[in-house]
């Protein structure tokens, strides 16, 4: 069954790059012309794209439950986390780049979060880092 699958998606990826490669060709020999085609069609590619995205965790958290919850759990220790940022992150809107660019208290406060979140994941990964090798003398 897994070399049927392999085989099919095989398949399925050389159609897709041999479709790409084709409108690259006309784009690149024709121009302009092909625009609007090349765009519909990295169109396409996003929308396939989101879709297996989405679709594959989904049959993986079917087919898998146990690890599945593993999943869930990481994914609410970032919402955990995104929520912590969040209250970190001010909205201050004083400046003329907050005016020119339109960006309101709340927007503001979001990009905050998602600083502070970045932040927060650097951190964490750095002191895992740091962890793994000081614990590394002691075993």
């Known amino acids: 069954m897994k070399d049927k699958t392999a085989t099919i998606l ?34 396409i590619l996003f929308a396939l794209a989101v879709v297996i995205t989405i679709l594959f965790p989904i049959a993986y958290f ?17 919402a955990i986390l995104f929520v912590i940022a969040y209250s970190m992150s001010s909205g201050d809107v004083t400046g003329g780049v907050y005016e020119k660019f ?28 740091i962890y793994a090798g000081i614990s590394g003398f002691f075993k």
């Open 62 to 78: 079917i087919s898998n439950p146990k690890k599945g919850i593993k999943m869930l759990i990481g994914l609410v220790g970032f």
């Open 10 to 43: 095989k398949i399925f990826l050389a159609v897709l790059l041999l479709i790409s490669l084709a409108l690259f060709v006309l784009f690149y020999i024709g121009g302009e012309q092909y625009t609007n085609t090349v765009l519909t069609w990295a169109y």
């Open 102 to 129: 339109d960006i309101t208290e709340s927007t503001s406060r979001i990009i905050g979060a998602m600083l502070n979140t970045t932040f927060l994941l650097g951190a964490i990964a750095v002191l895992s880092v």
